[in-house]
């Protein structure tokens, strides 16, 4: 079977900088999952808006439908995605046995200081309030597991990628685990 790593979290948590390296890693497919936002998302997050549900819906669909492509074409994928809510990542793995969450974690005041350092991003800094209080972290029973990103991005992948070779190595372990 393929694997699909969602890299999620709030905006600044370091999802690129972890996929990224996943990616040169292993050679897998890749798609920032900011790529796949309608122009209108970009657009109202640009103006300071936080998206709603109605806005993230058509979004989290095409990135579903990319997964379920990489998976149709034996491909193993990372992606990333604030996939904030559990019923976001209900659908994305919906029919998709291939998804794990690979849920990025830090201190709020380490992510405000990359967020307001960071420069070139459509999003900016005063919607990472709005991200933190719509987020609901891993619970028990989802397919992945939460990782602190106080640390650099290859240590990350490297802790990373031994959990996904656990998880292949033993599929009834517990997923939405800490262990940190």
Not at 16 to 43: C, K, M, Q, Y
Not at 144 to 153: I, N
């Amino acid at each position: 079977m393929t694997r699909t790593l969602v890299v999620m979290g709030v905006s600044g948590v370091g999802k690129t900088s972890v996929a990224d390296a996943i990616v040169e890693r292993t050679g897998w497919v890749f798609v920032e999952g900011d790529d796949l936002h309608p122009e209108a998302n970009r657009a109202k997050m640009a103006a300071g808006t936080p998206l709603d549900d109605d806005d993230r819906w058509p979004w989290l669909r095409r990135i579903a439908a990319w997964i379920g492509q990489q998976e149709a074409a034996g491909r193993d994928a990372v992606l990333t995605c604030s996939a904030l809510k559990r019923s976001y990542r209900d659908l994305l793995r919906d029919g998709h046995p291939s998804v794990r969450f690979v849920h990025l974690l830090a201190p709020r005041e380490l992510i405000q200081n990359r967020v307001d350092n960071r420069r070139g991003h459509y999003m900016p800094p005063s919607l990472l309030g709005s991200q933190l209080a719509t987020l609901e972290p891993l619970a028990p029973d989802e397919p992945g597991f939460a990782v602190e990103t106080d640390r650099s991005p290859a240590d990350i992948t490297e802790d990373v990628l031994a959990r996904v070779a656990d998880d292949r190595s033993n599929p009834d372990a517990p997923s939405g685990r800490n262990d940190d």
